[in-house]
């Protein structure tokens, strides 16, 4: 048996002495199909922060390619690029997503330092959908595997997240704690990238606790770090935070000075999206200066470069500037067409946000799961590995004295049939893989058709949907007109019955002026009878003076006047009879005259009797209706309407 067993060895470690001799010819200046996925990962990372469109290709065909070669490592790194990406368009389930198929390659591989990786950038997809309780949770499972590891980057880096996710949340004392662990991690390894990250961390919880001195030292302490390892990226995030807390403090030509100078950092290295924050910061500074026209030219840029990145979060901060700049403009249609734009953003946003939570409880399930068998094969792997190394020293050892004895036993000639016949094998084998190669393209390429059909198909869907809303806002824009219409209708309507109204008030007045002035002559004339007196009889003027008074008193007048009353005030005296029924034919007159809002001269005038006559006669009034003192009768009247 032991014979058996170094013959095979034996046999093995020749037969891997002669296929390598061929394979130290090949040229290598073609790359493999490993290195070419690689190359489109570096490719789409360096495009990561440019172009969000050729990112995502390179990534797309990087994962398209690994998937077809079974490249574990190359798969892995795809979907966390595509992740990267979804991420940065705020597609954060479809991050998600990529994350999790991350996961389960780093867990089968058993990469602890992967699965804290991926665990990381699940945390921020959670962060970026105010999730802060699932972020937690990401960030500190991620923390407790790099403590196991000893990685301090990543340590500091789970640190720096966790404080963030407290920032958000605006409990800065606990955010701060997790900053200074951070800090003093980073000041031991002397990791100026990190400090960049912290001071700024820093300075965003004094900025939410309104500590705005604190804030600024903090951001110009990362800037000056920022500065000394030359990260452009940094520099210019660090600058537009400077500039957003001076536009706090009211230092609005500080905040264009150095907002101005992020964006000119940021475009110089195309660095997209914090080009678009820039020109949105700038649009609102200007539009605090009350400079509208700037205001409105910064929008329309930062806009351009918000839809080409697909931020969803920035472009809803965008709509809403539009619709405060149309407003105060006057523009009210421009304002609701952006608001209506908002609305939709807002709610796709609050859809991504409600699939994602409800995507979440599943998550953690199969986490939790996860987990556990990662635990259990880590520490049965690691047992593993010691035998292994023990055992492939032993064989190398063996291998080594067996190559010695065999070199003396095998003849030239049996050397060189066996070289014949495995490099026939090889070219057997490279012939194979060609085909399957010319197999995996044609596949590849059926795969890309079918992507290309699927893509026109959503492009067909979503014309013919946009063809829908079309009809659908017609309908909207003609049920409006013809509400306007109706509007404009009744308003006519009530401006004639108005005219109408205060076309009867103005004759009621008129008319009743006419018999206080007829009662005023009157008067005057009984007077100046009463003056001539002594030149006439007694009886003479007693006579003429009955017949003033009678003509004063004729009831033709108050008739005339009731009708004209009765128009205005429809029904007043009946429901005034019904309330209380002891008042009199005179009281009703009394009240009326009231209603009309008539002094108690006027009326002593127009019934040609005494003030002192009238105010008795409203006592009794207010007497015969029980009413307090603390009553007002004209009001109490005016209250009455049918």
């Known amino acids: 048996m032991r014979q058996f067993i170094l013959t095979i060895i034996f046999s093995f470690l020749c037969c891997s002495i002669l296929i390598s001799q061929p394979l130290d010819s090949i040229n290598f200046t073609n790359l493999s199909k490993e290195q070419i996925v690689d190359t489109l990962l570096f490719l789409s990372r360096h495009y990561g922060s440019v172009s969000h469109e050729k990112s995502t290709k390179y990534a797309t065909d990087a994962m398209i390619l690994s998937e077809n ?48 990786l991926i665990m990381d950038k699940i945390g921020n997809c959670y962060q970026r959908i105010t999730d802060f309780e699932s972020a937690s949770n990401f960030y500190n499972n991620a923390l407790e595997i790099y403590k196991k590891l000893d990685d301090r980057k990543g340590i500091i880096q789970s640190l720096i997240h966790i404080a963030g996710a407290y920032g958000m949340q605006n409990d800065c004392d606990k955010g701060l704690k997790y900053y200074d662990q951070a800090l003093e991690i980073a000041n031991e390894d002397n990791d100026k990238e ?47 935070n400077i500039g957003n807390i001076y536009r706090i403090k009211n230092d609005l030509d500080k905040a264009i000075e150095y907002t101005k100078k992020a964006f000119q950092k940021a475009d110089s290295i195309n660095y997209k999206e914090m080009t678009a924050t820039n020109l949105y910061n700038l649009s609102g500074i200007y539009f605090e200066k009350k400079d509208y026209s700037k205001s409105m030219q910064y929008i329309d840029r930062a806009r351009k470069e918000a839809e080409e990145l697909g931020y969803i979060l920035l472009k809803i901060k965008i709509w809403e500037q539009y619709v405060k700049l149309y407003q105060e403009l006057g523009q009210f249609d421009k304002a609701n067409e952006y608001h209506t734009l908002l609305v939709t953003e807002q709610n796709e946003g609050q859809k991504i946000n409600n699939v994602a939570r409800i995507a979440n409880l599943q998550v953690l399930y199969n986490l939790a799961g996860k987990q556990q068998q990662v635990q259990e094969l880590t520490a049965i792997t690691l047992m593993d590995k010691q035998k292994i190394r023990r055992l492939v020293i032993s064989l190398i050892i063996i291998s080594i004295l067996l190559i010695l004895a065999a070199y003396s036993l095998y003849s030239k000639v049996r050397y060189i049939r066996l070289a014949k016949e495995n490099l026939l094998q090889l070219h057997n084998l490279k012939q194979r893989e060609q085909e399957q190669e010319n197999e995996q393209i044609r596949l590849l390429n059926e795969q890309l058709v079918s992507e290309r059909e699927k893509h026109e198909l959503e492009i067909e869907k979503n014309r013919i949907e946009r063809q829908q809303i079309d009809v659908l806002l017609e309908q909207i824009t003609m049920e409006k007109q013809r509400a306007d219409a109706q509007l404009e209708q009744t308003t006519q309507e009530n401006l004639s019955l108005q005219e109408d109204v205060a076309g009867k008030n103005r ?21 100046d009878i ?22 004063a008193r004729t009831d033709k007048d108050w008739n005339t006047f009731l009708m004209h009353f009765n128009n205005v005030h429809t029904n007043f005296f009946e429901i005034l009879q019904q309330l ?14 009231i209603k009309m809002g008539l002094s108690v001269k006027e009326v002593a005038s127009l019934m040609n009797i005494s003030i002192r006559a009238v105010e008795k006669a409203r006592m009794k009034i207010k007497a015969k209706m029980n009413l307090g003192t603390e009553v007002n009768l004209s009001v109490h009247l005016q209250r009455i309407s049918p």
């Open 69 to 116: 070669i079974d490249y574990a490592s190359g798969k892995m790194k795809a979907y966390i690029t595509m992740g990267e990406n979804s991420n940065m368009a705020a597609n954060y389930v479809t991050a998600m997503e990529y994350f999790f198929k991350a996961m389960s390659i780093a867990q089968n591989t058993h990469s602890q330092k992967n699965i804290a």
């Open 194 to 240: 990190q400090l960049i990250v912290i001071y700024n961390g820093i300075g965003n919880c004094y900025t939410i606790t309104g500590d705005y001195d604190k804030s600024l030292s903090y951001y110009e302490l990362s800037w000056k770090v920022a500065l000394e390892v030359n990260d452009v990226k940094k520099i210019s995030s660090l600058l537009n």
């Open 507 to 527: 004759e009621l007045v008129s008319m009743t002026m006419q018999i206080q002035q007829k009662n005023e002559i009157f008067n005057k004339l009984r007077t």
């Open 530 to 551: 009463l003056k001539l007196k002594e030149n006439l009889s007694e009886q003479a003027v007693n006579d003429i003076v009955k017949s003033i008074d009678h003509s």
């Open 580 to 593: 209380y029924p002891e008042l009199t034919e005179k009281d009703l007159k009394q009240c009326a005259y």
